[in-house]
């Protein structure tokens, strides 16, 4: 899950799921300031296991639990 804050109702927010070679179904969405928690997918890449979603590039941190958004934002599937 993620959580969205921003300082305005208005504030919109691209979330970019980069599957490094996987499927999410879903490549960005536009996400609303102050939509509430949201359930990220979880990507298919054949027999490779999802090790989780990782921030900016494929060696950065794994997002785990809850992340607050607060700008244009990509994550990138972290595959084994």
């Not at 179904?25 to 979603?53: E, H, K």
């Amino acid at each position: 899950n993620f959580t969205i804050i921003s300082s305005t109702d208005t504030t919109q927010f691209i979330l970019t799921l980069d599957a490094n070679g996987g499927n999410t179904g879903i490549n960005s969405s536009l996400v609303a300031a102050n939509a509430g928690a949201q359930t990220l997918p979880t990507p298919s890449n054949g027999s490779l296991a999802f090790q989780g979603w990782a921030l900016g590039d494929v060696n950065g941190a794994l997002v785990s639990g809850s992340y607050t958004l607060t700008g244009d934002t990509v994550l990138v599937a972290k595959w084994a």
